[in-house]
């Protein structure tokens, strides 16, 4: 290891690092704008400069910027000299010229990175007295703000968007001092994760527009660690809440799932808690068929009325946490629960989760995921399904650059050189799906096919790795640079609604691990909690025709819209058999309108869950504040109603962190979940960890219109965070319980570094969640038979899933924002379809009694149409459906509207 001196003193260092980045971790306070740990290092901004002196006798030494300058041994570096420091102050001085300096009107006031830097280099006297140059800021779309008059020129807008996530159009326009970042045109910002520049920005050029529009100080935001209950990769979040409402989602580091990005349904999907129709009180049907509130005595009567004696049924839910789904199996018996997801989508879960078991190749991080140097996506379109997953095999590509980099002895962090070295050169990434992806850009092939034929091309790609002689070329194509690679991925789901599919791409896996390859395995997994009902369920699981005839004299639904999953003939069938229904949701949906009794659900802001990702990771995420109202947490409810029934066997249950123990038994599963996070006896230095900054402020007068007296902290009794600012708030605390970052002089999320062991690496709190399913044995399932090709049928088109990452899941397409991103139902055809049916782009297809917007797409396969998965229009369409199609009679085409006219520049 190298030894350096900065500023007279010795360091033994990590080899092959920059300057910047081993000063940040040896815990010295540099300056820096365009450096980020994830995107590396271009020198753009000039901000990070040292004097470097090349032997002990040299004493004027030169000026270099320490994200540009390796570590060697024996370097001299003065860091807090005259020299450097004035440097570094000049440069925020000449930034200043033309910045508006108007902090405290700014949605970035508080947690500004340039506020923190400027502080840092001790800039303080304004010089310049000249005019400002000012620009037109331009409509981004429902998500993004943009205040253009605040950027500082440090391109990480574009180098994110651009190279990181692969964008295409936001750009740097103009030259010299008039360089202007955003769209050649203004509109909606089309990448899936274009909400990242609220966190890349060091300034406020790009903000949360719904904590604009809604806005409170950052410093005055109650946030706890959370999970993305967006879809199954689960994300680990930090929701900002104020008045009782969520204000924004942040980013939470874990350098294993996320590392430091968010898909733009994860950041701006949750507001649907605020802005969708909340269930406040119980309430019970009454005779007339409407709803009538219930008190608290009122309710626990009405509760013992309906269960106490009965023989009870249950469907759970995929979108709530592993323990309330436990409570109410347990409830009412394995035999009478169903993991509510419809018997196809359980038993490719189940197929899933035997292949991850048993499979020779290994279960994925995104980390390793990245690392992968040859990947196979078959029937997925990721960036709509797992967007965060997408984001990872776009920098697993890179690792051919990253190959030829290190031959030339050029370092990761080299950025600009190894993206100038590599051009084109990639590492071989092949699609095959049901239409165009948004990886098809660095795609090394990619083949449109519908289901069944995506199954046969990926058995016939596991036959040619373990041997058999073939002359299809796209199969041979795709076997040799899986076999060239050494660390081979394959990626596969349920969205094709397959078993064929998941089997063939397990056996290419087995294959590949055969083969002496370090191959992956990865299934995606539709909703937060999906891999979890997989698990709860995976020896015993009540199908909907049997809770039909199980006898069940009351139903009980938890957190579950049943008609996005079944259809109507299903439902009625199902109401007909049980006679009492009563349903708990955080929302008012078609379901709970059928129940007789309804129970208001605490939001995923408001309760303590346990959720299990696709990865078989289980993460738990706790509570920003307190249930409004008579909300309450699922798993409350729960212990309620077994009280109600007399179930014995839920006694004595009383906090959260007593269900899984309580109830575990020797589930190797189960068992794993208790150590996702430390329990509520956990302390940091003998005290609870704060959920407010130590900056937090208002207290008193958030409720001055009912008491000029600060009202008494609520009590969280279930986990060992406060409501409060009160408490321990160490970099070393344990990285479940991270409710933010800061420390002295750092106030934004750049903080981070502080916290990290090393420079984009884990926690010093070590990780975040427990890996399942190492600790697990599920047995192998019988081979699901070999599919029929595809064929054309004259006047039907076979139907295919396309999902949407705006509209495609329940809850976040009830938020503001994404609800304008996701737009109508639609249906894609390819153009000789259209023509042949006489329709053209943005006309009304008529099918199955719906009528759909039509896309035209000349990726999708003639003879097949793809709908928009989950829009209430398309939710009784199942892939690989035939359907006749036809122009809609009474259609009316959806406006054109120019952004500017939606609403007006700032």
Not at 817 to 834: Q, S
């Amino acid at each position: 290891m190298p030894v350096i001196r900065v500023d007279g003193q010795d360091y033994e260092v990590e080899a092959g690092g920059n300057l910047l980045e081993t000063c940040l971790e040896l815990g010295m306070d540099l300056p820096y704008f365009c450096w980020h740990p994830a995107m590396g290092s271009i020198g753009a901004c000039r901000q990070c400069a040292v004097v470097q002196y090349q032997n002990a006798e040299d004493t004027r030494g030169r000026i270099v910027m320490a994200c540009m300058t390796p570590v060697t041994e024996g370097a001299i570096i003065d860091l807090t000299g005259d020299r450097a420091a004035a440097f570094r102050r000049t440069v925020v001085e000449s930034l200043m010229v033309d910045h508006p300096h108007d902090c405290p009107v700014c949605a970035e006031g508080g947690e500004c990175h340039l506020q923190d830097m400027t502080v840092m280099t001790g800039h303080r006297d304004r010089h310049y007295r000249g005019t400002k140059k000012t620009y037109r800021n331009q409509y981004l779309g429902p998500l993004i703000h943009h205040e253009m008059n605040r950027c500082i020129t440090c391109y990480r807008c574009t180098r994110f968007y651009r190279d990181y996530a692969g964008g295409t159009d936001l750009a740097a326009l103009a030259a010299h001092d008039h360089v202007y970042f955003g769209r050649h045109r203004e509109g909606t910002l089309e990448s899936p994760f274009a909400g990242n520049l609220v966190e890349v920005c060091p300034t406020g050029v790009f903000t949360d527009k719904s904590l604009v529009h809604d806005y409170t100080r950052k410093w005055d935001l109650q946030s706890a660690p959370s999970v993305c209950t967006g879809c199954g990769v689960g994300c680990n979040t930090l929701p900002g809440e104020r008045y009782g409402r969520l204000k924004r989602i942040h980013n939470r580091y874990n350098d294993e799932v996320n590392g430091y990005f968010l898909c733009d349904r994860g950041r701006f999907g949750g507001n649907h808690v605020n802005d969708a129709p909340r269930i406040d009180y119980p309430a019970q049907r009454e005779s007339d068929g409407r709803f009538r509130a219930l008190d608290a005595a009122a309710c626990q009567a009405a509760l013992t009325d309906r269960l106490a004696g009965k023989r009870l049924a249950g469907i759970g839910s995929p979108r709530a946490g592993l323990e309330a789904n436990l409570l109410l199996q347990r409830l009412v018996g394995a035999e009478r629960f169903n993991s509510g997801m419809d018997d196809t989508e359980h038993s490719l879960l189940q197929r899933g989760l035997s292949h991850l078991v048993n499979s020779a190749a290994r279960n994925p991080s995104h980390r390793d995921i990245e690392s992968a140097d040859a990947v196979l996506v078959l029937g997925e379109d990721l960036t709509q399904v797992a967007a965060r997953t997408a984001l990872a095999l776009r920098q697993s590509v890179r690792n051919e650059a990253y190959r030829l980099a290190a031959e030339l002895k050029l370092a990761p962090w080299q950025d600009a050189a190894i993206r100038n070295l590599a051009q084109d050169r990639r590492s071989p990434l092949h699609i095959v799906s049901a239409g165009s992806t948004d990886l098809d850009d660095v795609a090394a092939g990619h083949y449109r096919l519908v289901a069944d034929d995506q199954a046969r091309l990926a058995a016939d790609i596991a036959a040619a790795i373990a041997g058999e002689p073939t002359d299809d070329a796209a199969v041979l194509r795709i076997r040799d640079d899986l076999l060239a690679a050494q660390r081979p991925l394959v990626i596969s789901g349920a969205s094709a609604g397959s078993a064929a599919l998941l089997d063939a791409a397990a056996a290419i896996a087995n294959a590949l691990a055969g083969a002496g390859k370090d191959a992956m395995l990865s299934f995606t997994a539709p909703e937060c909690n999906s891999l979890g009902q997989a698990l709860l369920c995976r020896d015993n699981h009540a199908s909907f025709e049997s809770l039909e005839a199980c006898g069940a004299e009351a139903l009980i639904i938890l957190e579950n819209d049943l008609l996005r999953r079944l259809s109507p003939a299903r439902i009625q069938a199902l109401r007909k058999s049980i006679p009492t229904w009563i349903g708990m949701d955080i929302l008012e949906t078609g379901t709970l309108a059928l129940c007789d009794l309804v129970l208001p659900a605490a939001a995923f802001t408001e309760t303590e869950a346990s959720f299990v990702s696709q990865e078989g990771r289980a993460q738990r995420a706790f509570p920003v504040h307190p249930p409004a109202e008579a909300r309450r947490p699922g798993w409350q409810w729960l212990l309620e109603l077994a009280r109600a029934a007399g179930h014995d066997a839920l006694a004595g249950l009383e906090h959260f962190d007593d269900i899984v123990p309580g109830l575990a038994g020797e589930d190797p599963v189960l068992q794993g979940v208790m150590s996702a996070a430390p329990d509520h006896q956990f302390r940091s230095r003998g005290l609870k960890i704060p959920r407010q900054p130590h900056r937090y402020s208002g207290r008193t007068a958030m409720v001055a219109d009912v008491s000029v007296h600060e009202p008494r902290r609520s009590e969280d009794q279930d986990s060992a965070l406060a409501y409060s600012m009160e408490g321990s708030a160490a970099a070393d605390r344990p990285a479940a319980l991270l409710s933010y970052v800061w420390s002295p002089g750092w106030n934004s999320n750049q903080s981070l570094h502080k916290f990290q062991a090393d420079i984009g690496g884990a926690l010093r709190g070590g990780g975040a969640g427990a890996r399942l399913l190492e600790r697990l044995k599920v047995p192998e399932l019988p081979a699901a038979p070999r599919p029929d090709a595809f064929s054309r049928r004259d006047g039907q088109w076979l139907l295919q899933a396309r999902h949407h990452l705006f509209g495609s899941d329940e809850l976040s397409r009830l938020s503001a924002g994404p609800a304008e991103r996701a737009g109508r139902a639609h249906l894609y055809l390819h153009p000789e379809d259209a023509q042949h049916l006489g329709l053209e782009a943005g006309d009304g297809v008529a099918l199955e009694g719906c009528n759909l917007e039509l896309r035209i797409d000349a990726s999708q396969v003639p003879g097949s149409a793809g709908y928009a998965v989950g829009y209430p229009e398309t939710l009784a369409l199942r892939s690989g459906q035939w359907a006749e199609l036809g122009k809609a009679s009474d259609w009316q085409r959806a406006p054109q509207v120019i952004g500017s006219d939606r609403e007006a520049a700032p």
